[in-house]
């Protein structure tokens, strides 16, 4: 079965520290990897998808993460934060062909000044 | 800009009585997507519409319905809200049915069953 998880229900950081929110995955075949990121009582906004190629892929507002296949992670990284980055943060992955989504469970990132 | 549009945000009913959610896309996306979302949880697909072909989830119960008229709009049935459905609805839509396609996600409808 395929899968993603999220270590880490919530992680802490302060405004301009490095914020990293982990997920690894459990994939058959090469793996489409997706984040989204939600804010209070909003939907879900897509931030960022592996599909092929550069294992680094850049994303919206400033995110970015990594594709480690050895480590069959995909974790998601902004070099400074803001507190406006404070939400709930998602990794998906596609568990069938149809493209249905498998979420992790979520991690909640709270970034203070 | 394109965008996914749910009515209304807040949403209130009485336990039992039929409630219907709305969701409206100008993507022109072939598939869209209905999810039941509870307090931060992951969101839990209902299921989905690839065109007119209508395919549901095993584990979602029979009281929820729902409607796809046209491509941009899709409606979201209760037939007979518990307590236990009370949760925020998410509408999504994505290009095609395809892994790699990202899903664009409507703001949400909460809903309250009193």
């Known amino acids: 079965a395929q899968s993603v998880a999220q270590p880490e229900d919530q992680v802490n950081v302060a405004e301009g520290n490095p914020l990293t929110v982990k997920c690894t995955y459990s994939v058959s075949g090469n793996p489409y990897l997706f984040w989204y990121v939600q804010y209070p009582n909003r939907g879900l906004q897509f931030l960022l998808k592996?599909?092929?190629?550069?294992?680094l892929v850049k994303g919206s507002y400033g995110f970015e993460a990594e594709f480690n296949k050895s480590q069959t992670s995909f974790h998601l990284k902004k070099p400074s934060a803001l507190v406006s980055d404070s939400a709930l943060y998602f990794c998906?992955?596609?568990?069938?062909?149809?493209?249905?989504?498998?979420f992790g469970a979520g991690t909640q990132v709270v970034v203070t000044p | 800009d394109a965008m996914v549009i749910q009515n209304p945000r807040y949403q209130v009913t009485q336990f039992g009585k039929p409630v219907t959610l709305s969701c409206s896309q100008t993507l022109n996306h072939n598939v869209m997507y209905w999810y039941q979302q509870k307090s931060s949880q992951a969101p839990k697909l209902l299921f989905h519409?690839?065109?007119?072909?209508?395919?549901n989830e095993a584990d979602t119960p029979d009281n929820f319905q729902s409607r796809r008229p046209n491509t941009s709009f899709c409606f979201l049935d209760i037939r007979s809200p518990g307590l236990g459905d009370a949760a925020m609805y998410l509408c999504?839509?994505?290009?095609?049915?395809?892994?790699?396609?990202?899903?664009?996600f409507g703001p949400g409808t909460r809903l309250t069953v009193l």
């Open positions: 998906a992955a596609p568990f069938d062909s149809w493209g249905k989504l498998q």
């Open positions: 999504a839509t994505s290009r095609a049915r395809e892994g790699y396609n990202e899903q664009f």
């Open positions: 592996y599909i092929t190629g550069d294992n």
């Open positions: 519409y690839y065109d007119k072909d209508f395919n």
